[in-house]
């Protein structure tokens, strides 16, 4: 989900940083937990992680969002979570001695979904995987609010200039995933992303610390994303070209840019819509047969497909990803539906995870850059491997180049 307002303050950076300095010394791992698109009956509209928080932890289905960057919990208490299924699971604050308020009335985040958290930033112990994270900082909203289904904790993966408290005068909190390099639990804040797919053989993965190579086939490609003063702080690349190939052999060139003018686009995980152009929405409309519904039997793959041709900035490679027509859809009362929707604004066009499940994705935010392979949807077992830091660390765990 894209984050796009925020007025908070932040106060509990100094509290981490002594917590960190505590354990740096100890050796880095790889965390590697597992991804469902499955929650309260709906299948393919969005990615959850279990982490829990509190001690005793309490298991939480977090919405992995590589959109925004803050972990937010539902509160018990959140009215939209008194009722029935109203949210999957919520945070009893009164259940966790060490929960500790930094920032009441602090969080205030809106998501261009229009969903809506709003509450505490706190600081208490998280679990993720095997490890935990002692007084990381959370948001702990007492009012949710979302329009499109089931609510849920959010598990912000982006740069911390993306956080709820990001103003102009105040420092950045650190997120999650800079709390567990600065505990010394990984190496750097790197992920690769594995997003399962409809009928698939294995449920989806995120690595922290590392990837998982049985997760991707062909070439990894790296990219840059986009640099201001020398400061990565988008998850972003430029869409060249898309390309359909149609059953019958024949093709159709549906965005073509010249290099100057390529769309940026948002890689977020945590939105589930293609968001293109009028135009090009309007093609895709006709070759998937006009219409948006389509019962999901006949949603198969291997008849039309199509191929993204994506660049980064300040370097001249690309990577090319093909996207089944059958990943755009997604089971919706009783008929699958297209994720490809409408963005007047025809600015920055964003990829979400319908799109973004063809591949397997790495983000390295230390070095600014996305790397993307073709997914291994055959892939029935795994191998995570360490991602040291630094500019070759991914190269080497691959052992071979990454085509940069
Ligand atoms: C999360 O935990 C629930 C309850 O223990 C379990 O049913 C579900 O499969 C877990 N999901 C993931 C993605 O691990
Ligand atoms: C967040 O920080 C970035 C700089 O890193 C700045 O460009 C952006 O405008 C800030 N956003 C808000 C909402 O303050």
């Known amino acids: 989900m894209q984050f796009f307002t ?30 469902t698109d499955t929650l309260g009956g709906e299948v393919g509209w969005a990615y959850y992680a279990n982490i829990s928080v509190g001690t005793p932890g309490q298991v939480q289905s977090a919405l992995v969002d590589t959109g925004s960057s803050d972990t937010i919990f539902p509160d018990s208490t959140a009215t939209a979570c008194r009722t029935k299924g109203g ?17 009441p009335g602090g969080l205030s985040v809106g998501y261009t979904d229009h969903s809506k958290m709003e509450g505490d930033y706190s600081l208490d112990r998280v679990h993720i995987g095997d490890i935990s994270i002692t007084n990381a900082r959370i948001g702990v909203a007492k009012v949710v609010e979302d329009p499109t289904g089931i609510k849920t904790a959010i598990l912000g993966l982006g ?60 070439p990894l490609t790296t990219l840059n994303c986009p640099r201001d003063n020398g400061i990565t702080t988008k998850l972003e690349l430029k869409l060249d070209n898309v390309k359909a190939y149609l059953q019958d052999g024949s093709s159709q060139e549906l965005i073509r840019s010249a290099s100057d003018e390529s769309h940026s686009v948002d890689m977020d995980a945590g939105a589930s819509a293609w968001r293109v152009s009028e135009p090009v929405y309007r093609k895709i409309l006709m070759l998937a047969g006009g219409n948006d519904q389509r019962p999901c039997k006949e949603v198969v793959r291997g008849a039309t497909y199509f191929q993204l041709t994506f660049s980064g900035y300040g370097s001249t490679n690309t990577a090319t990803l093909n996207v089944d027509m059958a990943d755009l859809f997604s089971p919706y009362a009783g008929t699958c539906q297209l994720a490809v929707t409408v963005d ?27 790397s993307v392979a073709q997914a291994n949807l055959e892939a029935s077992s795994s191998n995570v491997v360490k991602v040291q830091k ?5 190269s080497k765990a691959i052992g071979r180049k990454t085509e940069v």
């Open 344 to 370: 007047s604004s025809g600015e920055t066009l964003g990829v979400g995870h319908h799109v973004m499940r063809a591949g397997y994705w790495v983000f390295d935010l230390d070095n600014g850059q996305i």
């Open 159 to 218: 740069y911390p200039s993306n956080e709820g408290q990001n103003t102009s005068d105040q420092p950045y909190c650190s997120t999650l995933l800079q709390a567990l390099v600065e505990s010394g639990e990984i190496e750097s804040r790197l992920y690769g992303i594995y997003l399962s797919q409809r009928d698939h053989v294995q449920d989806g993965s995120i690595t922290f610390g590392g990837i998982d190579t049985e997760k991707f086939k062909g």
């Open 6 to 35: 925020a007025f908070v303050l932040c106060v509990s950076v100094l509290l981490l940083h002594i917590e960190v300095a505590a354990v740096a010394a100890t050796g880095t791992q790889v965390i590697e937990i597992a991804l």
């Open 87 to 103: 949210c999957a699971t919520t945070f009893v604050i009164e259940e966790s001695p060490d929960y500790k308020v930094v920032i």
């Open 390 to 394: 630094g500019a070759g660390g991914l």
